[in-house]
């Protein structure tokens, strides 16, 4: 068991003009925590995984997991396991040669390899198909030899980068609470990369978000939603993703249409006096009201999504035409071209960002 | 020509029904006029026509007069399995024809495999220059087909040839290469190793299928270079390397242009490179026997049947055919 840090490590991809793919990563994985990595297509999560991994350089910096610095050591002598996006199974090997693969290639008696690929194997659920070739197994079961293959080696950091990619839907929700519980009960440090916000919320202790290379925020799932660090985060965590209007600041607050939202005092004070604001309001966030209702906001319903226990209203404002998502209750939603009515729920819950830098003002 | 009436040629193409199951797919053609075969048979009528008057008829041709005796200019006369008796039981030119083919198969293909693939890996870890190289490599398997470049091995390794040349200076002193019984069969077997470029590029575009994320897993899971090539090229590989093994193996035993160049056409120095073709060749056209030609023609197909069956037989346990996922 052992935590894994990463001493501002950097990836620099050479070529014509230099890309730093990921770029100054400074971050520590506490023994025994399940923190995911996640972020768009080329933010760097899955360099950021595989410079751990020793599969890609560490240009800059350093990367430790324990006490010792892993910088520049192979793959085979960081005590690591990683699950690949396509499981990279042996396709001429059994499910038990895959999984004893890395234990037979470090000498360990037959008998033990055994042993541990059957107890691997109970605990996966794999014990039938043991004797199988990876291309017999459906795509869920070759997922769980993957996982196996991992952990019969018993390392001291799991690593995986997006291992539910490949299959459905239904299983993919399934396969998550498996892995999470896997990990709680075998209390290994994992490191888990994926582009799915919600994999990522659900799984992990930690997650950290990642944009363009750059470590944006690294917090709990609960703190990433409640008080994201900026208004990328916040646009990437939540599903449907907030409303981010950018917005002209008064005296008294942001002006959204022909509603002044408050802001509180503090919040004014470190906007320093700009003239626009960026708002950000969650759907969930906003109500339906009746229309006699004050310092409502009036939306042309464009689509409304219906989910069963929530409908999704997609809208414009009245007057500047801004987009916005609103989630509701399901039971009634309204008609395409109806003007509906909204508020904010709570004014603690307006997410106000810099409009230039786009960090968090409060 | 085959000309189809032309009615048969214009009638409007039937739309495929794309919403009907496969079964119903396949009955509906069933159950459809034969006619409809017509234009099939038109565009099949060349290739047909080729192989059943260049191909079929002499087979069948050479399987009779492999049962008479027959010297070109009288007819031939019949003499039942003669041929195939004398061949087995009292020829011993025969038997040595088959042990050098049986040797050059055995040394010719693996080296040839070898090279073809150590060369191939070369490439494949190479960034720049990859496809002026490639092309390089290939090259001698264009040019080898010919007399012309067994006329130049010839020179190279005969006495006093440029090889010869080359390691006399350092006190070596062979007197040749291809006058020498023990050595010509090798020298005839380098020339084929050396046009190793089908089997390479063959073995190229195969590694270039082998998934990555394949040898990093192995390298995560402390596998070192040897090991990744044993445990994760080869198997990978293997589906390309039966694909060579077979088409070589198939080749190496019809061995002839080398063999006839590099020996002046008659299999020496004391029949040691005296191939099965080559002996085929002597037999039918310089001892005017087509008839025990022809028998060891057939032969030769049957053994090449029986060994690409066995070559079959054993993939079953050494190929790993992959699929998608």
């Known amino acids: ?362 | 020509m085959n000309v189809e009436a032309p009615d048969q040629q214009v009638s409007p193409p039937r739309e495929r029904p794309g919403s009907e199951s496969a079964a119903a797919d396949s009955a509906t053609q069933r159950n459809r006029p034969r006619r409809r075969e017509g234009p099939a048979w038109v565009f099949l009528s060349p290739w047909l026509l080729g192989a059943a008057v260049l191909t079929l008829t002499p087979m069948l041709v050479s399987l009779y007069l492999s049962f008479t005796q027959y010297d070109l200019f009288t007819a031939p006369e019949w003499v039942g399995l003669d041929n195939y008796v004398h061949m087995f039981t009292s020829d011993p030119r025969y038997w040595r024809s088959a042990l050098n083919t049986l040797i050059y198969v055995l040394v010719a293909v693996p080296l040839q495999l070898a090279v073809a693939l150590a060369v191939a890996l070369a490439l494949n870890s190479m960034g720049r220059g990859k496809g002026f190289y490639r092309s390089a490599f290939y090259a001698p398997s264009l040019l080898g087909a010919s007399m012309s470049i067994a006329l130049v091995w010839r020179a190279l390794f005969n006495d006093g040839g440029t090889v010869d040349d080359m390691l006399s200076t350092f006190g070596i002193d062979m007197g040749g290469w291809v006058n020498q019984p023990g050595w010509a069969l090798l020298v005839v077997a380098l020339l084929t190793i050396w046009q190793f470029g089908a089997p390479m590029v063959i073995f190229l575009a195969g590694l270039q299928q082998v998934p990555h994320e394949l040898y990093e897993a192995a390298e995560v899971d402390g596998a070192g270079r040897v090991r990744r090539f044993l445990s994760v090229t080869l198997p990978m590989l293997s589906p390309v390397l039966f694909f060579n093994l077979v088409l070589q193996t198939i080749q190496a035993f019809q061995v002839f242009t080398p063999a006839f160049t590099v020996s002046g056409g008659r299999g020496g120095p004391a029949d040691s490179t005296l191939f099965y073709t080559l002996y085929l060749y002597d037999r039918g056209f310089t001892a005017s026997h087509m008839g025990y030609a022809s028998a060891m023609a057939w032969v030769l197909l049957v053994v090449i049947g029986i060994v690409t069956a066995l070559l079959f037989r054993s993939s079953r346990s050494w190929v790993f055919y992959n699929d998608k996922g």
């Open chain 1, 1 to 362: 068991m052992s935590r894994v840090t990463y001493h501002d490590a950097a990836r620099v991809f050479t070529g014509n003009s230099p890309v730093r793919a990921v770029d100054n990563l400074r971050l520590t994985v506490d023994d025994g925590e399940f923190l995911v990595l996640v972020g768009p297509s080329g933010s760097g999560k899955s360099t950021a995984l595989r410079m751990l991994a020793g599969l890609e350089e560490i240009d800059e910096g350093s990367v430790h997991i324990g006490d010792t610095d892993v910088t520049s050591m192979p793959p085979k002598s960081r005590d690591i396991a990683m699950v690949f996006q396509s499981y990279a199974l042996y396709p001429h090997m059994t499910v038990a040669e895959n999984m004893g693969f890395a234990l037979k290639l470090r000498r360990i008696p037959k008998q033990d390899v055994r042993q541990r690929v059957a107890e691997a194997a109970e605990l996966l659920d794999l014990t039938e198909y043991l004797d199988r070739k990876p291309r017999a197994l459906s795509g869920g079961q070759r997922q769980r030899v993957a996982m196996g293959r991992a952990i019969v080696r018993e390392p001291s950091v799991f690593l995986m980068d997006e291992p539910l990619s490949n299959l459905d839907a239904k299983l993919r929700v399934e396969t998550r609470a498996n892995i999470a519980a896997l990990q709680r009960r075998l209390g290994t440090t994992t490191i888990y990369v994926t582009h799915d916000q919600t994999e990522a919320m659900t799984m992990g202790h930690r997650v950290a978000v990642l944009a363009d290379g750059v470590l944006q925020q690294c917090d709990t799932p609960r703190e990433l939603y409640e008080r994201p660090a900026n208004a990328f985060v916040a646009g990437f965590i939540g599903s449907p993703a907030m409303n981010l209007e950018t917005v002209p600041l008064t005296a008294e607050g942001a002006r959204l249409d022909e509603v002044t939202l408050p802001i509180p005092r503090g919040a004014m004070d470190s906007l320093g006096g700009g003239s626009e604001v960026t708002v950000g309001i969650r759907p969930e966030s906003l109500r339906l009201v009746s229309d006699e209702q004050p310092d409502s906001l009036a939306l042309h319903v464009e689509l409304v999504e219906e989910l069963g226990a929530d409908c999704l209203i997609h809208g414009r404002t009245a007057v500047d035409g801004k987009r916005l998502i609103v989630r509701a209750d399901g039971r009634r939603p309204p008609a395409l071209g109806d003007t509906v009515h909204v508020v904010v729920r709570d004014p603690e819950e307006i997410h106000l960002f810099d409009a230039g830098s786009g960090n968090r003002t409060a």
